[in-house]
């Protein structure tokens, strides 16, 4: 997959013998501004989740806590991510398919959306995003 349709970002980090403290700013850190956070958590062994594609939303996804893989898909190349610390995360633009799996026990997936939720912006069916993304 070529590195244009996702980035990993390194977010800021305030080392501290006291704990350590990491921060995002949104039109700053990463490249939208966040208008949604929300976060999986409890995701049992073997689940899947995402398995979708957004027309108009961008997302940063961080490990928050744990580990999991994110898999990409542009509809030529596919690229598995995996994610285990909190001081970086995956950007990704608008028509990326993504799923995550292999979720480590107590794991938190945190994401930041760049817009509202909107049923309508969401792509579920692969077939359909395999087919928007060959007429681009």
């Known amino acids: 997959m070529d590195k244009k349709n996702y980035q990993i970002i390194d977010l800021p980090r305030v080392t501290d013998e006291r704990g350590n403290l990491t921060f995002i700013e949104?039109?700053?850190?990463?490249?939208?501004?966040?208008?949604?956070?929300?976060?999986l958590y409890d995701v049992p062994g073997g689940e899947k989740r995402g398995g979708h594609a957004h027309k108009i939303l961008k997302q940063?996804?961080?490990?928050?806590?744990g580990s999991f893989d994110v898999i990409l898909n542009d509809g030529k190349n596919k690229k598995r991510i995996h994610l285990n610390r909190s001081y970086y995360g995956v950007y990704i633009p608008t028509m990326v398919w993504r799923e995550l799996d292999n979720f480590s026990s107590g794991s938190v997936c945190l994401v930041l959306a760049s817009e509202h939720y909107l049923e309508d912006d969401y792509i579920r069916d692969f077939n359909e995003f395999k087919k928007l993304t060959d007429s681009i």
Request: hydrophobic letters at 45%.
């Open 60 to 65: 940063f996804i961080i490990a928050a806590n």
């Open 26 to 39: 949104g039109d700053g850190h990463i490249p939208f501004d966040i208008k949604r956070v929300y976060y």
